[in-house]
């Protein structure tokens, strides 16, 4: 059972994740409603238990996170797709499936200390992740592989690079889907 307090945008985004993970601790942002007293809370939180944000993988999901980011840097992420957070056209958490949700959970990611630059721009062009007619499909697939989201090749390597991601898991994870789902 996952510990820490689980924060997420809205009330049906606590709802879908509650019913895909059980009784957790969850506490919602109200979208970008998000105040300092809340942040405050967030971070005595992140102190004493932990906290996995889990936002909309959206422009207004990434600012949110961003500003929890900056507020609780030791704070860790799960992050879904667009693809299976979109119902009927609207992106959020609380429209993915929630075998997806504990999937995402599967691949909780934690900032490393130092943004270490393990993987440059060349790597994923040398790998078809930028550059190619199907780098974005591609980059969707590795990055739900890896547990990263789905992102323009600019947040893929910047994602890469800060949680650490090593290029062993990397590499395992272009083998699996060259072999599997690209095949």
Excluded: C
Excluded at 97 to 109: G, T, Y
């Amino acid at each position: 059972m996952i510990k820490e307090l689980i924060v997420v945008e809205g009330k049906n985004d606590a709802h879908a994740v509650r019913q895909a993970l059980g009784e957790v601790d969850i506490i919602w942002t109200e979208g970008y409603g998000l105040t300092k007293k809340k942040l405050d809370y967030i971070a005595q939180m992140a102190d004493r238990q932990g906290v996995i944000v889990l936002t909309d993988p959206d422009t207004v999901g990434e600012q949110i996170r961003n500003r929890i980011r900056a507020h609780v840097p030791q704070a860790k992420h799960v992050y879904l797709t667009r693809k299976v957070a979109t119902k009927e056209g609207d992106i959020g958490v609380e429209n993915a499936a929630l075998h997806e949700i504990r999937h995402a959970f599967a691949f909780i990611q934690q900032e490393q200390g130092t943004h270490e630059a393990n993987f440059t721009i060349e790597d994923l062009f040398s790998l078809g992740l930028v550059g190619s007619r199907q780098a974005s499909k591609y980059r969707l697939v590795i990055g739900r592989k890896l547990g990263i989201g789905d992102t323009n090749a600019k947040q893929f390597l910047h994602r890469l690079n800060r949680f650490g991601i090593s290029r062993e898991s990397f590499l395992q994870a272009i083998e699996e889907v060259e072999h599997g789902e690209r095949s």
